[in-house]
């Protein structure tokens, strides 16, 4: 037979009748269970109060480890102080000098980041020296048009589109000026060529910040003697500059007319798939099709009509040096005998 009185209630009011001293701890397991005690209960905590003991997570555990060793407080880093080598370091009378006790950087500590394969290290190190003896200290012909030529390359973020969409204006750009691709992506219908037009923009812009091309009709503007010389003589350059037109053909067979060696123009133009997004196509019957949306980024190479020019002049002397083919040609006949070998 149970009964309706729950048995909290129940315990509770016999409880109350008797001496509380002798039976709670006996019945506080029934009346309190979240808050059941064992034998062990506190124990931890009674001997790392007792050895003095502290845990390392708690905020008091540095402020007790620096009260007992003083030295701990002077290690500590100090903000806005400058470096012994520092050219500010004698211009300010009241700058913060560096203390015995201050923080020293570890060479044997920062060499895990800064050199973690000392071996790999070594070994491309003799790699290169031996390659320099080698070589004799001349340089290849890639290593000089590396140092002699711009070139700056610019790969796109991923737009909403696919490749099928983007690769056509790739190949519409390509080997055009970078003015006229703009003018191109300017004027054409297709969405996706507002989002290259933006790119050839910010590509140019990097280009002419990071690598200096494009700025070789810059005229400076200035005041004074030595500036006003170096204006003249820059002056006189562009229009030396201006009235050069070579005409010079493309590697595609197309003839075009140069004024400006630093003019850049797109050498190479790609595109790249990128990632799918996941849409949803509600049809009729409660019926939902799965689409994959693409994404699409471009990449263009930039260089300069020096480079152009360049190569048009090798393709020449190539097609000059060729030899000329004859059906018949004038060489000496050979293995012939005086009678007839049958």
Partial sequence: MSLSTPRKRLLQSATSLLPQSHFFPLLSPCLYPAQHRTLFDNWFKRRTKKRGILDPLSPDFMKKKTQDDPSQ????????????SSIF?????SAKKAKDGALKHDP?????ALDPTP??????QRKMVIRDIRGRGRLSKTEKLLRTERSHVAKSPLYKTSVKKLGPLARQIAGK???DAMVQMRFSKKKAAKDV???LEYARD?????RGMGLGKVVAKGDGEGVGEGKGKTEGQGEKAEEERLVVEDKMGKRRVVTDRSAM????????????DIGYDFRARGQVHQLRLPYTSISIVLKEEATRIRLAEEREQKRLKKKVWVPLPDRPITAQRQFPLW
């Fill in 108 to 112: 044997k500590v920062m060499a895990a």
């Fill in 206 to 210: 990097q280009a002419v910040v990071t």
């Fill in 177 to 179: 000026p970078l003015a």
């Fill in 119 to 124: 071996h790999a290290r070594k070994r491309w």
């Fill in 73 to 84: 407080k002077s290690t500590k880093p100090e903000t806005g102080d400058l470096a012994p």
């Fill in 265 to 276: 123009y797109v050498d190479q133009a790609w595109v790249g798939r990128g990632t799918y």
């Fill in 197 to 199: 037009l933006r790119h």
């Fill in 89 to 93: 370091e004698d211009a300010d009378p």
